[in-house]
């Protein structure tokens, strides 16, 4: 099967940073993408990767290694709204898109 | 607001009863799909519609019917469910199915959660 995994749970300070790992199998990928879902919310999308490196966009980053099978999303300067999910979703070959379990964050003051 | 609205928020019901949940994008997409989220579980695609026509049907039990009268609305038709079908119930649109990443990004509404007693 196409399992993606990533951490259940995290937990972090506010004003730190933390690293969200997410790993996949490799066949057939097309991109990856990672979306934050708050409690009683929508998933709401973050970013996008198709090629290895890492995107930036203001404090949130995704970095993409294909051939490792693996990305991770970084949060800096976390604050308390950050406490959310964040899904892991993997797009395949035939618009097939899998989504992992989502990594539970909660922010501490 | 993600452009995307279902309803009800929330939605109880017994193993006997006829339901349906309404999903409309305002976002003139031409992809729609159905998603159960359940605690701790990945999201399960179960249906996926592209230009008002079906494309995937996940092996959906047949107690979970669509519909998609048009290119912005989506139902999902529920009789004599299980209390096992008790979930989130998600649904998305994106611009369309097949083509770059980007037209891939998919945009969820809330959803509805669905209490089966």
């Known amino acids: 099967g196409q399992n993606i995994d990533q951490p259940t749970e995290m937990t972090a300070t506010e004003g730190a940073i933390v690293q969200i790992n997410c790993t996949y199998q490799?066949?057939?990928?097309?991109?990856l993408f990672w979306y934050q879902q708050h409690a009683g919310e929508a998933p709401t999308f973050l970013s996008y990767?198709?090629?290895?490196g890492l995107e930036e966009k203001g404090r949130f980053s995704s970095f993409l290694s294909r051939s490792k099978g693996y990305s991770y999303l970084l949060l800096k300067e976390l604050q308390m709204k950050d406490s959310a999910s964040y899904l892991c979703?993997?797009?395949?070959?035939?618009?097939?898109?899998?989504f992992g379990a989502g990594t539970r964050l909660t922010v501490k003051p | 607001e993600t452009g995307v609205t279902q309803t009800p928020r929330h939605l109880v019901m017994g193993m006997t009863n006829k339901k349906s949940l309404k999903c409309e994008q305002h976002?003139?997409?031409?992809?729609m799909y159905w998603y159960k989220q359940s605690a701790k579980k990945p999201l399960e695609l179960m249906f996926v519609?592209?230009?008002?026509?079906?494309?995937e049907n996940n092996s959906v039990p047949s107690r979970f019917s669509p519909e998609c009268p048009n290119s912005s609305h989506l139902f999902l038709h529920l009789h004599t469910l299980q209390p096992e079908d008790s979930a989130l119930y998600l649904c998305?649109?994106?611009?369309?199915?097949?083509?770059?990443?980007?037209?891939?990004?998919?945009?969820f509404g809330a959803g509805t959660r669905l209490s089966v007693l």
């Open positions: 990767n198709v090629l290895d």
């Open positions: 976002l003139g997409h031409n992809a």
């Open positions: 979703a993997v797009s395949y070959n035939n618009n097939d898109m899998r």
């Open positions: 998305a649109s994106s611009q369309d199915l097949a083509g770059g990443l980007v037209e891939n990004i998919q945009y």
């Open positions: 490799t066949s057939g990928f097309n991109g």
């Open positions: 519609y592209s230009l008002e026509e079906r494309v």
